[in-house]
């Protein structure tokens, strides 16, 4: 199952997690994990390429995470859009694809 975890802190997105591997069919012709991978970073891009945050971000396999813990308020603000965007996004692919996307949203201090 794919994992994901978008983090708020005050009202804003700081932050999301994706985690894990969908088990919808073998490697490489798994579309649900090529359709949460290509939203990801596409996203990502978005974030660091048009928005011009500087977003920390790790991946390696069946992982992705982005943080904005390091960005000002002013560009965390300016990110809003996108990251609510990478939200519903993901929302919309859980609707069909339950049984392989779990999607949680966080608020920290």
Do not use: W
Not at 92 to 109: A, C, F, L, P, R
């Amino acid at each position: 199952m794919i994992n994901v975890v978008f983090t708020k802190r005050h009202n804003c997105f700081i932050s999301f997690n994706i985690n894990g591997h969908a088990g919808y069919s073998e490697e490489g012709y798994d579309i649900v994990c090529s359709a949460v991978s290509a939203l990801a970073y596409t996203f990502a891009n978005g974030i660091t390429e048009i928005a011009g945050a500087n977003a920390e971000i790790n991946v390696c396999d069946g992982f992705l995470n982005l943080d904005l813990k390091n960005e000002t308020l002013s560009n965390i603000k300016k990110c809003q859009i996108l990251m609510e965007t990478m939200l519903s996004g993901i929302q919309n692919m859980k609707i069909n694809y339950s049984d392989y996307i779990s999607v949680k949203v966080e608020e920290v201090q």
